[in-house]
Structures are given as C-alpha cells and as structure tokens.
C-alpha cells in the first residue's frame, strides 16, 4: 500500500486545513484508516479513524473540530481540521490496516505533512 499525504501548511489559530491522504491498494483490503500526529518532542497520536463501514472514531478532545473522511473512489483519504489551536501543531500521518485474501494483515503510513499553527 502506497500512500501520499498532503494539504499542511501554516495556518493562524482559529484557522482551517483540510489534508488529503490518496491511497493505492492494488488488490488489497482496506479495513481501516486513521490519521495519527506527532508534535515536536512527543509521541505519535491517534487522531481520527475510519473504519471500511464508515464508522469514525476520534481523539476525545478533537471530536467536534477534527472531521475524518473517505471518498473510495478517489482512493483519499481527508481530515478537516477546524478551529485550529498552537497545539495542533505537528507532523500529520496517514496510515491503513489492510489484509489480502489470505488474511494476512499488516499496517502502512503515509510520509507524513507538517501542520503548524502560530498563535
């Protein structure tokens, strides 16, 4: 599974960005994807995901700001981001569980875009 995130910049606090994550599969299930972030000097977190059936999930303090969705037939992958704070500074991660039709599973993360949010 290749995947290639996009869409970070520099934004003002109480601004907007929406990241982009396209995704390539091949013959490959997806049965999950999720954008993780990591802020200088921390470790990598959770912040949304989706599963194959749409159900999303999101890092309690985001709910609410942070929008995770899926578009299969652009093979991408979003996260909205409203209302954006100082600490939602931080290198933004795709990242997938796929399997393959033997059920072999394993996971994949895109390269990574910088967010950064001056107050």
């Known amino acids: 599974v290749q995947l290639q995130a996009s869409g970070g910049g520099l934004v003002q606090a109480g601004g907007s960005l929406n990241l982009s994550c396209v995704y390539y599969?091949?013959?490959?299930?997806?049965?999950?994807m999720a954008w993780y972030r990591q802020a200088p000097g921390q470790q990598r977190e959770l912040v949304a995901s989706?599963?194959?059936?749409?159900?999303?999930n999101y890092a309690g303090s985001l709910k609410g700001r942070f929008t995770i969705a899926r578009d299969n037939a652009e093979n991408t992958l979003y996260l909205q981001m409203n209302s954006l704070k100082a600490e939602d500074t931080g290198v933004y991660y795709c990242?997938?569980?796929?399997?393959?039709?033997?059920?072999?599973?394993?996971?994949?993360w895109g390269q990574g875009t910088l967010v950064t949010v001056s107050s």
């Open positions: 989706i599963t194959s059936a749409g159900v999303t």
């Open positions: 599969i091949q013959r490959y299930t997806i049965n999950a």
């Open positions: 990242h997938t569980d796929t399997s393959d039709m033997f059920n072999r599973r394993w996971y994949s």
